[in-house]
């Protein structure tokens, strides 16, 4: 069975990540820093014996120090004072663990160097006695400290075949005249140094825990301040996928953040906003053309202009002889039936609902947005007003009420549409002569006893797609020329 995969928090990816980074930069710090602190180390610790050698340099009688030459003087008083002078500086400086504390002098040919006084004693198996030459030919601090005249120190560890590795460090000893007469030499064994770049590394590996620990504590801080903020805006998102355009984030940073927490209470006030409109444009519209408006907030589609629109009016005939016999409660219950049944079908067909004028209503197709074919859509919203109307007639004989018919006017035509009213009031409205002519085609199905009336340029318009017959030509007020009547049958069959 195969296991999930780890998923991490942004929280804990943030502290890991923070950590390892700083992991990574204070290692690579410390490394740096470690190997410039040993060296610096090294050399402190060689001129420390530097130090030593020189002053134990100034306790030798240069002269008594030039006059031993044989063997056989490793008895003589001089010998013993500079051998206990040795002792007593080692002794004085044992922090510095020597292994070996020297006298030597150039030999009788180049490059080789005598032993003359070693601190050890004599059964120690490294013990030099005095005429015991060395081969420094290719150059050691005794060498520079002979020929300089000044105390020289090792930078860093020399291997000797003989000896391991050494920290050697050398001063000139000097007879009264002030002549170089031979060295004062100091060896220190590699463990000397190691211990100094243990201490360093124990040192490093400390600083390094501590970084880390503080790192991690800042990690945590940081990614709490930053992810407690972007946890609040998840659920922001959250809420407002789920419907709830109320949602707020709370977050008080001034930084980017709060930045963001404010853009997006601005954008859920805006979608706020966008649904209101959509709500307030549905009253008038169908949902399509809302959509539409709101996704072109660029056009000015409230302003007044001049469209090509085709006009509907629809009116209950006797609507004010059926009011009075019916109490008004009722009134006002079947004219809500009628006037929802009759906007669904509007909205169905993509037209857009300009007013109520009592029991009538008044529909444009083609404004504010046009979808090509407003004439057939008007006509196929009255068949189907007209078809509504006759089942809800139906229904409300059955239970024991009036009957009701219904007239229809449709005329297309170019009208004035946009937002008509005051500053206190704006109402979306359809003006000019064919609202009038539509209007009074409507108030004609009473005369000629028919249904859903049409004018010659909506007829024009969708002649190839409906049955109709010539009814009239009437003259409406304000124009000179007549109207041609037509009165809408139904659907043309589709072709077989």
């Known amino acids: 069975m195969t296991r999930p995969p780890l998923r991490l928090r942004v929280r804990d990816r943030l502290v890991i990540w923070f950590g390892l980074v700083t992991l990574l930069?204070?290692?690579?710090?410390?490394?740096?820093?470690?190997?410039?602190?040993?060296?610096?180390?090294?050399?402190?610790?060689?001129?420390?014996?530097?130090?030593?050698?020189?002053s134990g340099a100034l306790l030798i009688d240069g002269d008594e120090f030039a006059a031993l030459r044989e063997p056989a003087q490793m008895s003589s008083a001089p010998y013993?004072?500079?051998?206990?002078?040795?002792?007593?500086?080692?002794?004085?400086?044992?922090?510095?663990?020597?292994?070996?504390?020297?006298?030597?002098?150039?030999?009788?040919?180049?490059?080789?160097?005598?032993?003359?006084?070693?601190?050890?004693?004599?059964?120690?198996?490294?013990?030099?006695?005095?005429?015991?030459?060395?081969?420094?030919?290719?150059?050691?601090?005794?060498?520079?400290?002979?020929?300089?005249?000044?105390?020289?120190?090792?930078?860093?560890?020399?291997d000797y075949p003989e000896w391991g590795p050494l920290l050697s460090a050398a001063a000139p000893i000097r007879d009264r005249a002030g002549r170089v007469v031979g060295i004062l030499g100091v060896d220190a064994p590699a463990s000397s140094v190691a211990a100094i770049r243990r201490r360093l590394l124990q040192a490093a590996a400390i600083c390094l825990a501590v970084g880390l620990l503080v790192a991690c504590l800042a990690g945590i801080v940081v990614a709490w301040s930053l992810t407690r903020p972007l946890g609040a805006l998840v659920a922001?998102?959250?809420?407002?996928?789920?419907?709830?355009?109320?949602?707020?984030?709370?977050?008080?940073?001034?930084?980017?953040?709060?930045?963001?927490?404010?853009?997006?209470?601005?954008?859920?006030?805006?979608?706020?906003?966008?649904?209101?409109?959509?709500?307030?444009?549905?009253?008038?519209?169908s949902r399509q053309i809302a959509e539409k408006i709101l996704a072109e907030p660029e056009r000015a589609f409230w302003q007044g202009e001049r469209r090509r629109a085709t006009i509907l009016f629809a009116d209950i005939r006797?609507?004010?002889?059926?009011?009075?016999?019916?109490?008004?409660?009722?009134?006002?219950?079947?004219?809500?039936?009628?006037?929802?049944?009759?906007?669904?079908?509007?909205?169905?067909?993509?037209?857009?609902?300009?007013?109520?004028?009592?029991?009538?209503?008044?529909?444009?197709?083609?404004?504010?947005v046009s979808l090509g074919n407003d004439e057939e859509r008007a006509l196929r919203a009255a068949i189907a007003m007209r078809a509504a109307t006759d089942d809800l007639c139906r229904r409300w004989e059955g239970a024991g009420g009036p009957g009701f018919r219904i007239?229809?006017?449709?005329?297309?035509?170019?009208?004035?549409?946009?937002?008509?009213?005051?500053?206190?009031?704006?109402?979306?409205?359809?003006?000019?002569?064919?609202?009038?002519?539509?209007?009074r085609l409507e108030r004609l199905n009473r005369d000629y006893n028919t249904t859903i009336l049409i004018g010659e340029n909506t007829y024009?318009?969708?002649?190839?797609?409906?049955?109709?017959?010539?009814?009239?030509?009437?003259?409406?007020?304000?124009?000179?020329?007549?109207?041609?009547?037509?009165?809408?049958?139904?659907?043309?069959?589709?072709?077989?």
């Open 318 to 368: 006797g609507f004010t002889t059926m009011a009075e016999r019916m109490p008004p409660e009722e009134v006002v219950n079947r004219l809500n039936q009628y006037l929802t049944v009759m906007i669904d079908i509007i909205f169905e067909w993509e037209g857009t609902l300009d007013k109520f004028i009592g029991d009538a209503i008044m529909a444009v197709f083609g404004a504010p």
């Open 236 to 285: 922001g998102a959250a809420a407002v996928g789920r419907g709830d355009l109320a949602y707020r984030v709370e977050i008080p940073n001034r930084d980017e953040l709060g930045q963001l927490a404010a853009a997006f209470n601005r954008m859920t006030q805006g979608l706020r906003q966008r649904d209101l409109y959509k709500q307030q444009f549905e009253r008038y519209v």
């Open 407 to 439: 007239g229809i006017g449709i005329d297309t035509g170019e009208v004035v549409v946009g937002n008509i009213g005051s500053e206190r009031r704006l109402e979306y409205a359809a003006i000019g002569d064919h609202v009038n002519v539509a209007a």
């Open 460 to 496: 024009r318009a969708v002649a190839h797609l409906v049955e109709a017959r010539h009814v009239d030509s009437v003259r409406v007020r304000g124009r000179e020329q007549p109207v041609e009547v037509y009165e809408l049958l139904g659907l043309r069959a589709p072709a077989p």
């Open 80 to 158: 013993r004072r500079i051998q206990a002078q040795l002792r007593r500086l080692r002794s004085a400086n044992a922090g510095l663990r020597f292994r070996y504390l020297y006298t030597m002098a150039p030999g009788p040919q180049p490059g080789l160097w005598r032993y003359l006084v070693d601190s050890a004693p004599r059964d120690a198996a490294d013990f030099s006695p005095l005429g015991a030459t060395e081969d420094f030919s290719r150059g050691d601090v005794v060498v520079d400290a002979y020929r300089t005249g000044r105390p020289a120190a090792d930078r860093h560890l020399r």
């Open 25 to 54: 930069s204070t290692a690579l710090a410390l490394g740096l820093g470690y190997r410039e602190a040993a060296r610096a180390a090294v050399q402190e610790f060689g001129g420390k014996l530097a130090a030593v050698a020189a």
